[in-house]
């Protein structure tokens, strides 16, 4: 989204529906500001690093960031774990 996709890829699609009239511009939108939120902990975790260096406990900092990523990965995992569940049984039934 920061690098230009989100537009490039709504100057394409007005190419194609110059009347936007699909919900794809919609959905672009709505996919990118949920995506900024989701990312947003982790630029935050990523951080830290850069702006500890030079501190006398970075060691402590990175173990921190470490566990923080791990953290985040490991929610990020069960909810599509779950969502994939979800999804499966809405299927069967």
Do not use: C, H
């Amino acid at each position: 989204m920061l690098t230009g996709v989100a537009s490039t890829g709504l100057a394409l699609l007005k190419g194609v529906d110059p009347k936007l009239e699909t919900p794809v511009s919609e959905e672009m939108v709505l996919g990118s500001g949920t995506a900024i939120s989701m990312a947003l902990p982790l630029f935050v975790l990523l951080f830290i690093p850069t702006f500890t260096a030079g501190l006398g406990n970075e060691a402590l900092w990175n173990t921190l960031t470490f566990v923080g990523i791990f953290l985040y990965v490991i929610v990020f995992v069960g909810i599509l774990l779950i969502r994939g569940r979800n999804a499966k049984e809405r299927k069967e039934q």
